[in-house]
């Protein structure tokens, strides 16, 4: 049996510009741990980064940018079923389906590494970078996003849809777009922690308060 969750309708609610279809879908996917099988059953690797650490920060991470199947990213990201779905029901339960999904990637990605001649990026720089507790992934942000409208915001959690009256202009916005639920994407991303001279550094956006904006918001 799955420890991880699946949300009725009264607390996964779906704006009415959901098709029927889709809507079924959303509402009655598999387990967690099925849709994510699902997500990798498709998988491309598109791109790996070793970046670097913003503005004059030191440190590095390993970034990667994958492909899947847009239903199966459809499910893992917008599902009852799904990695936000884990965040809302308890934040650490999301922080677990996150380090699922890094540990099912970790195999493509050494092999990806291992495959591309030129990559300077060393395993051990890698390793540290993906088990690091701060590592995430995360649907990439496309113009589903930097266009969106109003007629978009179809996932309607009530907890997520109370932050809009929030005094918090940045809620507000995160918010916003946690309503959204992009349907046509079809890449992700992988993003480890940073790291240098074989220690794990606590850079950016701490895993405490990403896991809590995606419990409150829908968002991060």
């Known amino acids: 049996m799955s420890r991880f969750v ?3 309708l009264s607390d996964w609610p779906l704006a ?3 098709g029927d279809a889709r809507r079924q879908e959303l509402l009655n996917p ?4 099925s849709v994510v099988r699902a997500m990798l059953s498709s998988l491309e690797v598109l791109r790996l980064i070793d970046e670097p650490a913003p503005k004059s920060l030191t440190g590095r991470r390993l970034a990667a ?3 899947t199947d847009r ?3 459809d499910l893992f990201f917008n599902s009852a079923s799904g990695y936000r779905a884990q965040y809302l029901c308890k934040p650490e339960l999301g922080d677990e389906a996150n380090r699922l999904v890094i540990d099912a990637l970790t195999p493509v990605l050494d092999k990806a590494i291992g495959g591309r001649s030129g990559n300077t990026a060393s395993r ?3 390793e540290l970078s993906l088990a690091h507790t701060w590592a995430k992934v995360w649907i990439h942000q496309g113009s589903w996003l930097r266009r969106s409208r109003r007629i978009e915001r179809v996932l309607l959690v009530p907890s997520w849809q ?3 009256q929030s005094v918090d202009k940045h809620r507000r916005k995160l918010a916003r777009w946690g309503s959204l639920a992009p349907e046509y994407e079809t890449r992700f991303v992988l993003k480890g922690g940073y790291v240098e001279s074989g220690r794990q550094l606590k850079i950016c956006k701490s895993a405490r308060e990403r896991r809590q904006e995606l419990h409150t ?4």
Do not use: M, P
Not at 217 to 220: E, H
């Open 71 to 73: 239903r199966a990213l």
């Open 30 to 33: 598999q387990e967690f741990e």
């Open 124 to 126: 051990a720089f890698c």
């Open 6 to 8: 699946s949300f009725a």
């Open 65 to 67: 940018l994958f492909r």
């Open 16 to 18: 009415q510009a959901v």
């Open 217 to 220: 918001l829908g968002f991060t």
């Open 162 to 164: 109370s932050e809009l």
